[in-house]
């Protein structure tokens, strides 16, 4: 059985812990955006992982429309799922990540559906997701949460749809 998943807004409180795991258990293109910087968890990659998340603490309001969530397992953040607002109404977008250490214990099933509960919550009608055709664990939750999907030139796109 799963231990309870919470997911926590991320701040500054979070963000170290978050890049902890990050930089022991993920590689930095599963976790960030590429940046002009020394590979690996260099220094200078691990102030960008900075940069780049608090950019989002403005939450879904703020100027980048995207909450982040630390997802957090008996009291140990392990990766981090966001929610952002697309620019159809009702139509948002999610992404996740976990740490190595979290993966195929059902972590991400049930941060997914907290997530999905957050988006009904603020309007959404559908919540949106995108990954690669060889991401079969992506894909297997994301059918699990009853994503319709459409596979285009190498990449997945997920619609999930979400009760009124």
Known sequence: ????????PLDEESLEPLLSVAAAEAQPEEVMPPVSAPAGWSQARREAFRVFHRLHFGGLGGPTRTQMYAVVV????V???RLCHR????DMET?????????????????LRELLFEAARHGAHA????TTSGNTAALALLRDCGARLRSDDGLVHAEIRLPH
Do not use: C, F, K, N
């Open 79 to 81: 990766g981090m799922i």
């Open 95 to 111: 992404g996740l990540w976990l740490g190595r250490s979290a993966r195929g214990q059902g972590i991400g099933r049930a941060a």
């Open 1 to 8: 059985m799963t231990a309870r998943v919470q997911l926590a």
């Open 87 to 90: 620019d159809e109404p009702g």
């Open 74 to 77: 008996a009291g140990a953040v």
């Open 127 to 130: 919540v949106h997701a995108t």
